[in-house]
């Protein structure tokens, strides 16, 4: 990525994590290479068989990271958790995938998102609202937002009042 597309990467970066910070989001940092254990279980979306493996001087397997939810930082979680209730963290950085089927798509990406570690009212209405404003922070005007999640469906319904009857109806 060089010249004018590597310029406006960053700025949509920039505008992207601008968002994040307006809703109270703090950076974090996480390694680029972890150890293949964090990922032994599973690699996220991704086989083990996918993943960039080196060996340290000490004869440990690492990785490169193929994405940034299976190391999200554990270890630091009960620290910050100390400090205060709320732990909102954002995170900017490459990921990387060693898949020969990728036919001509990068084998490395960058990944930008948030972590929220909380149980706090109105959590994932925040999360939405966030979405949209990136969205509209990137310059588009049209796009749509779905939910894979059947709690929402369900909480919307049960605000309606509407019977069970009404409600099947509306889902069909």
Known sequence: IYSQEC?????????????????GFEDIETPTFEYFEVFSKEAGNHSLQELYKFFDR????????????????????????????????????????NNSSFRGRLKETTQMG?????????????????????LLATGLTEFQVSVGQVDYYKAIFAQTGLSQEEEEELGS
């Open 7 to 23: 310029s406006r990467k960053q700025k949509l970066q920039e505008k992207l994590h601008r968002v994040f910070h307006q809703y």
């Open 114 to 134: 948030v972590e929220r570690r909380a149980m706090i009212h109105g959590a994932d209405a925040e999360i939405l609202a966030m979405t949209v404003e990136c």
């Open 58 to 97: 000490e004869g440990n397997t690492l990785v490169l990271r193929p994405d940034f939810t299976r190391p999200f930082p554990e270890p630091v979680l009960p620290i910050l958790t100390l400090k205060k209730k709320l732990v909102s963290l954002c995170y900017t950085g490459n990921t990387f995938i």
